[in-house]
T-cell receptor, first 116, second 112 residues
Framework: SAVISQKPSRDICQRGTSLTIQCQVD?????MFWYRQQPGQSLTLIATANQGSEATYESGFVIDKFPISRPNLTFSTLTVSNMSPEDSSIYLC?????????????FGPGTRLTVT | GNSVTQMEGPVTLSEEAFLTINCTYT??????LFWYVQYPGEGLQLLLKATKADDKGSNKGFEATYRKETTSFHLEKGSVQVSDSAVYFC???????????FGAGTTVTVRA
């Protein structure tokens, strides 16, 4: 398995500002992901954070709004830019590891963002 | 495309009751199937998994069997506790793709 930490755990931000969320893993991993969980909803994949290259974004998400960095195999950041109340969500990072001959994804504790 | 359908909640049970949460999927090939649990105010935890037909995943008293013929992966627990109150997500991963497809989630509340 993998132990994942995220900072901050929660924040309240004003519209128009930006917030950068950090994700730290306790071991080197190739695949790292960012998800959004809107209130009372399931998880939606935002992007795959690629080490040494640009992130791969899912349909409906763009780099200008959600820039991602991945400087090494244990760390990534997600920035939520020019925030609006619709960005109020839980943002989770996850990693994929091989365990007992199959892949598993492990999730961080999440960052609870409220935009006012 | 891939999709996961879970029974709608919320589900409210008394302690020691039997819990079943239905999950069916649509996918080509032989995906891996997962159940995740999200306790109040926390992230997702992997509860159990199965990677091929007829596999049974189990953990913390929960079980789910990969049924290829019915494309299902129903979660069961024989005797729930108050501490099992959480949101449960069914998910699948295709064998040639790293992306997880999640169900909508089922909120379970266990009363003492």
């Amino acid at each position: 398995s993998a132990v994942i930490s995220q900072k901050p755990s929660r924040d309240i931000c004003q519209r128009g500002t930006s917030l950068t969320i950090q994700c730290q893993v306790d071991s080197q991993v190739t695949m790292m992901f960012w998800y959004r969980q809107q209130p009372g909803q399931s998880l939606t994949l935002i992007a795959t954070a690629n080490q040494g290259s640009e992130a791969t974004y899912e349909s409906g998400f763009v780099i200008d709004k959600f820039p991602i960095s991945r400087p090494n195999l244990t760390f990534s950041t997600l920035t939520v830019s020019n925030m609006s109340p619709e960005d109020s969500s839980i943002y989770l990072c996850s990693v994929e590891v091989m365990h007992t001959a199959s892949y598993e994804q492990y999730f961080g504790p999440g960052t609870r963002l409220t935009v006012t | 495309g891939n999709s996961v359908t879970q029974m709608e909640g919320p589900v409210t049970l008394s302690e020691e009751a039997f819990l079943t949460i239905n999950c069916t999927y649509t996918a080509t090939g032989y995906p891996s199937l997962f159940w995740y649990v999200q306790y109040p105010g926390e992230g997702l935890q992997l509860l159990l998994k199965a990677t091929k037909a007829d596999d049974k995943g189990s953990n913390k008293g929960f079980e789910a069997t990969y049924r290829k013929e019915t494309t299902s992966f129903h979660l069961e627990k024989g005797s729930v506790q108050v501490s099992d109150s959480a949101v449960y997500f069914c998910a699948l991963r295709r064998s040639n793709d790293y992306k997880l497809s999640f169900g909508a989630g089922t909120t379970v509340t266990v009363r003492a």
